[in-house]
């Protein structure tokens, strides 16, 4: 009878698994991404920008490497830094190494060498030395032999030599565990009734024959269909015409990405363009969009220029999270508040990155307060960090933002984006609610009773939690 292997996995206080795979130890920055791997007397090093794209790395024996990315997220070179001695000191200099080609966003050249990949965008043959066919297991571990690493291997990741791990720009993923290092950080992908995201380390909702999650982010796109960091396409870059695509699943608008595809959330319906009526999804339907403003269900006209016809999407808050501060806020200083996170909504479905909520005209939301008993602040305004407000990014690309309560007394409380309230479908879809505010009890009921905060509500300070400023 075979022995079981037993292996400690430790995680920091945010989640990130440091120890499990050997000797292999792994240090994390502030923001959760992986700035250092040690396994015996090797070790690297990372840097990243601002999208969590990794720029620089760096092996024990000093060689440094520059990466650099298109507009739209993928690799398309590879220098290394060099120095040369001159008059009075050093020049530095990059030395080019390698370089990436796509044609119609596939990978056909990678690291100057030609490679052919699956539907899943998995490499299968050619690479460095050119390799023949690459076999690899469901979740992407290599068929033994295996083959080189440092390159593009599995379902667009690039497999680092030292660790064996994935980079996926968001987080780091293990092809032998099938899982992510890193529990997903957006905490508005667990749905409720989707069991399958309750594991903020999956991959790919554990169907990595179907879905791909070329960002390290929220994966559950349906059958068929990736996640792009913005929203679900096709894995397979495919199109149709009318109806739903085949074996997709409820949840959102399927909805025309303007080049030969078709995308969930966007503000165009797939609807095979029956010109410049508005047929759309049957009644009833999940591909059917919800119309948001005055048209009132009406279309929008596309010109019959033979693309779909445009509708406008519903927008929609949900309430995500809340927590509070016993003490209060630089806001409600000594004022017991209670802070309550709101997300939005597309079509009843989270929507997530900064150009998806632009393109649907979501950048400043601002507060409606009427009917107030008391002299409550009011007044707030919430805005992307590209748009001009008194806190530019306060609501973030995940399309989130934290509303501060306090006081004693009522008051109808709403949200407004362009002018036109938007419905909370926490409170029942209601677009102005009213709120009982008493602080000196410490607790505060907000959408008619469909929230209360008290003493019981966990406090403000964990990692997503607003500041006290």
């Not at 001159?86 to 056909?108: D, I, P």
């Not at 690459?134 to 690493?149: F, H, S």
């Amino acid at each position: 009878m075979g022995s079981k292997q037993r292996r400690l996995v430790l995680y920091d206080n945010n989640g990130n698994q440091y120890l499990g795979f050997g000797g292999l130890e792994m240090g994390y920055d502030a923001a959760n991404r992986m700035a250092s791997a040690t396994t015996g007397t090797q070790s690297s090093y990372y840097t990243y920008d601002t999208s969590n794209m990794r720029v620089y790395a760096r092996n024990n024996t000093g060689a440094e490497t520059v990466y650099f990315y298109g507009v739209d997220g993928k690799k398309l070179a590879t220098y290394t830094i060099g120095f040369t001695q001159v008059t009075g000191g050093y020049s530095m200099q990059l030395n080019y190494q390698s370089s990436n080609v796509y044609f119609a966003g596939r990978l056909v050249s990678a690291e100057g060498n030609v490679v052919s990949t699956d539907r899943l965008a998995s490499v299968r043959n050619g690479g460095l030395g050119n390799l023949g066919y690459q076999a690899q297991y469901p979740y992407g571990a290599e068929y033994t032999p295996t083959t080189v690493n440092d390159r593009e291997k599995y379902a667009t990741y690039t497999r680092d030599s030292l660790t064996g791990l994935d980079y996926a720009v968001n987080r780091y993923y293990s092809s032998l565990w099938g899982r992510f290092l890193s529990p997903d950080p957006y905490n508005g992908s667990a749905k409720l009734g989707t069991p399958q995201t309750w594991d903020r380390y999956v991959y790919a909702a554990n169907d990595p024959a179907n879905i791909t999650d070329s960002r390290g982010l929220d994966p559950y796109c349906g059958p068929n269909m990736s996640w792009d960091g913005e929203g679900c396409t096709f894995a397979t870059g495919g199109s149709f015409s009318g109806g739903p695509p085949p074996g997709a699943s409820a949840g959102g608008s399927v909805s025309w990405n303007g080049t030969g595809g078709c995308d969930f959330f966007d503000p165009t319906v797939c609807d095979g363009d029956p010109g410049d009526s508005c047929t759309g999804a049957p009644t009833g339907s999940s591909f059917a969009p919800v119309p948001f403003g005055p048209a009132n269900g009406s279309c929008l006209d596309d010109g019959g220029d033979g693309g779909p016809t445009a509708v406008q999407p519903q927008i929609s808050l949900n309430e995500a999270d809340d927590c509070i501060y016993p003490k209060g806020t630089s806001t409600n200083p000594g004022t017991w508040t209670l802070e309550v996170e709101y997300q939005v909504l597309v079509n009843g479905a989270n929507v997530s990155g900064t150009n998806s909520l632009i393109g649907y005209g979501v950048s400043k939301i601002v507060e409606s307060v009427t009917n107030a008993t008391f002299n409550v602040t009011a007044g707030g305004v919430w805005c992307l960090s590209s748009a001009t407000c008194a806190q530019p990014g306060s609501l973030n690309a995940h399309g989130q933002f934290w509303d501060a309560l306090g006081g004693n007394g009522t008051a109808n409380q709403g949200f407004l984006l362009n002018g036109q309230t938007i419905p909370v479908v926490t409170y029942a879809n209601s677009s102005v609610f009213k709120n009982s505010y008493n602080s000196s009890s410490q607790s505060i009921s907000v959408g008619n009773g469909a929230l209360v905060g008290n003493s019981q509500t966990r406090k403000c300070g964990r990692n997503g939690d607003p500041t006290v400023d």
